[in-house]
């Protein structure tokens, strides 16, 4: 019995992923040009939990 309550979890989060996927490819973001993500430095951010 676990194992079909947490299958249906599963669905229903993969469900709940893919609809906010497709939220977020319906924007349209333009960026600066030559701009470039930087992982090392997004992940050296301090958060504040204050």
């Known amino acids: 019995m ?5 299958s ?3 669905e229903a ?3 709940e992923r ?3 996927l497709e939220r977020i490819r319906a924007f349209t973001w333009d ?9 090392e430095e ?3 951010r301090e958060t504040n939990s204050d």
Do not use: H
């Open 18 to 20: 893919r609809a906010a």
């Open 2 to 6: 676990p194992d079909e309550k947490t």
């Open 42 to 44: 997004a992940n050296s």
């Open 8 to 10: 249906a979890v599963g």
């Open 31 to 39: 960026l600066p040009e030559g701009w470039k993500f930087d992982r």
């Open 13 to 15: 989060d993969a469900d």
